[in-house]
Antibody
Framework: QVQLQESGPGLVKPSETLSLTCTVS????????WGWIRQPPGKGLEWTGY???????NQNPSLKSRVTISVDTSRNQFSLKLRSVTAADTAVYFC?????????????WGQGTMVTVSS | QSALTQPPSVSGSPGQSVTISCTGT?????????VSWYQQPPGTAPKLMIY???NRPSGVPDRFSGSKSGNTASLTISGLQAEDEADYYC??????????FGGGTKLTVL
């Protein structure tokens, strides 16, 4: 069965770039759509963006100018880069698979990785 | 895009039914049957409970049901159990091909 694992630095300095990777196991990354969702401490979920099978992406308009989502099919991984971070970007970041039959529901999630933005 | 509106908290006793509402606009909930619901116990990743308004993924008990009327979607949990205590989030597809989540509802089983 498909499993997801996020990885990346837990601490990022303000104004720098947050970089996270999601490793997919148990299935081909090219078969599905994928997404990133984040959750600030004590707050709700925020959709960050999608990676489509074609390799194209879609991002949350509020983050669009700072976000890049990319894929490395050879490693069965996809990545999130968020530029010019501030304390407001401190959150648990989840990667997730989009349910194949419903292109906007996330059926498999990684455990999440906490990223703190602080000097 | 603004977050969908959910009540901050709901509660119920074991065996009872509770309903959580999720209000959006004609640009999201009202225009698409693409509302999902997630359950998130503390410290864990969300779990998909309902998709496309009323469909349950395999393994989700039929105590969980979803519906929609106009710009408001609802999640009903019947036969409430202690293990249902968690935060619940709705989400919807939007007219600008994005996804928006609700602010979350904390369910307390009394």
């Amino acid at each position: 069965q498909v499993q997801l694992q996020e990885s990346g630095p837990g601490l990022v300095k303000p104004s720098e770039t947050l970089s996270l990777t999601c490793t997919v196991s148990g299935g081909s990354i090219s078969t599905y759509y994928w997404g990133w969702i984040r959750q600030p401490p004590g707050k709700g979920l925020e959709w960050t963006g999608y990676l489509y099978r074609s390799g194209s992406t879609n991002q949350n308009p509020s983050l669009k100018s700072r976000v890049t989502i990319s894929v490395d099919t050879s490693r069965n991984q996809f990545s999130l880069k968020l530029r010019s971070v501030t304390a407001a970007d401190t959150a648990v970041y989840f990667c997730a698979r989009v349910l194949p039959s419903a292109h906007d529901a996330f059926d498999i999630w990684g455990q999440g990785t906490m990223v703190t933005v602080s000097s | 895009q603004s977050a969908l509106t959910q009540p901050p908290s709901v509660s119920g006793s074991p065996g009872q039914s509770v309903t959580i509402s999720c209000t959006g606009t004609s640009s999201d909930v009202g225009s698409y049957n693409r509302v999902s619901w997630y359950q998130q116990p503390p410290g864990t990743a969300p779990k998909l409970m309902i998709y496309e308004v009323s469909n349950r993924p395999s393994g989700v008990p039929d105590r969980f049901s979803g519906s929609k009327s106009g710009n408001t979607a609802s999640l009903t949990i019947s036969g409430l159990q202690a293990e249902d205590e968690a935060d619940y989030y709705c989400s919807s597809y939007t007219s600008i091909t994005t996804v928006v989540f609700g602010g979350g509802t904390k369910l307390t089983v009394l």
